[in-house]
């Protein structure tokens, strides 16, 4: 509820709305934390198989950077200035 004066249209005071509660019963409440610790231990796990996987795409990544760079043309690559 806001209450505003009226010859100055200034907001004089305010009361914000109750707050709904998050959930019903104490039960709901840990059934909800037990749910959070499960999506938190999931995300640890994935994090560190991704840490034990990162060198190995660090050694793919380097190998097709150094095929790809083989590959390309010896010499100079052209700029747009030296075109003019």
Known sequence: MMKI???TGLLV???PAPRKRMFEDLETAAQAMREQ???KESLFR???DAERNKEDLF???FAEAL???K????GKP???FDLD
């Open 71 to 74: 590959e390309a043309p010896d």
């Open 5 to 7: 004066d009226g010859s």
């Open 13 to 15: 005071s305010h009361t």
């Open 78 to 80: 052209l700029r747009e």
């Open 67 to 69: 095929r790809k760079a």
């Open 59 to 61: 050694e793919k990544k």
């Open 46 to 48: 994935q994090s560190v």
């Open 37 to 39: 610790d499960e999506r």
